[in-house]
C-alpha cells in the first residue's frame, strides 16, 4: 500500500519545514518517507531532503513566467493545468515506489484549495493509483493574535476540507512562538496567548466570535450587518463542529510524534501490513524489548 499525505495551507504557515520535520522524524522512527514537491516555485534552498518527485522537473513556474509572460499567479494555474493534462509524468514518477509514504508540500496559493478544481482532480488520481490519501491543513499560530484572523483560518480550513473530500488533519503551526507566560517580553510581536486561552482555539470555540457585553463587537445600530454575520458564522461552525487543530511544535520530538500518529491513524496506516516473519527479524528489532 502506498501512502500519501498533503501538506496544504496558507503561504508561510511552515509547509515545507514541516515536510523536512516529517521526513527527519520518519527516518529517526525507521521508517522511510519520501518527499514530493508540487510547488512549482519552490526555491531550492527551503527543502532539506531532496525532492523524490518534483514538479519542476516538468514544468517550472519561472519558465513559465518568462517564456508566456503570466503574471506568479497565472503561472501557477497555468503549471497545474500542465499538470494535469500531463498525469502520466506523475504516474511514471509514482511507479517507482511500492509500499511507501510520500509527502507532497504543496503550494500555499489559499485559492488552490477553496475553489479550483486541480486538487480534487489530483487526489482522485491518486486514488484511482491505488494510494491511500489524507490532507494536513496548516495555519499558523500567529493567526491566534486576532480572533477574525483565526476565524478566516477556520473558513479558509473547512472550505478546503470540503472541497477535497479526504481524511483531514487541521495543524497549528509554530506552537514554539507561544509560550505559557502572558508577562513574557517577547509576548508583545507575537500575541503569545495565555495557555487558557489556546485551547479555545484549537478546539475553535465559535463563542469568541459573539460579543461580549460593552466590547466593539457588541451589537448596535452602526454594526448590526457585522453582527448578524458574526452570528452566522458562529452557526456555520457549531453546524460543522469538525474543525480542530492539532498543536506542532518542531521543537519538541513529542508533538511531531502526535501529529504523525494522528496522519497514520486517519490513513489507517499499516493496517493490511503481514507481520514480518521470524526469519525477517534480527536482534536489533529485539532491542527495544531489552
Ligand atoms: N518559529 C518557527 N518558525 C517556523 C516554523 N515553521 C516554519 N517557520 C518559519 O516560517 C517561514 C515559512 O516557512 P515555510 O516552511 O517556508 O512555509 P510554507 O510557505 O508554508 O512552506 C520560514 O521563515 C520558517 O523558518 C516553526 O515551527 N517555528
Ligand atoms: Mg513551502
Redesign the pocket.
Known sequence: MRYAVLVT?P???????FCNGLMTHLQTSKRTGHLVNLDPAANSD?FEYEPAIDIRDLVSLEDVMSELEYGPNGGLVYCFEYLLENMDWLDEELGGYDDDYLIFDCP?QIELYTHHPFLPTLVRHLQRMGLRVCATYLIESQFMEDKYKFFSGVLSAMSAMVNLEVPWVNIM??M??VTSNSDDPASGRNGIRARKDISRYLEPDPLLLVSAPGSREEKTERNSKFHSLNQAIVQLIEDHPLVSFLPLN?TEPDSIEIVLSHIDYTMQYGEDEEPKEPHDLDEGDFADME
Open positions: 495551507g503561504a508561510g504557515a511552515g509547509k515545507s519545514t527551503a500555499g503551526s509554530k514554539d512562538l518542531l
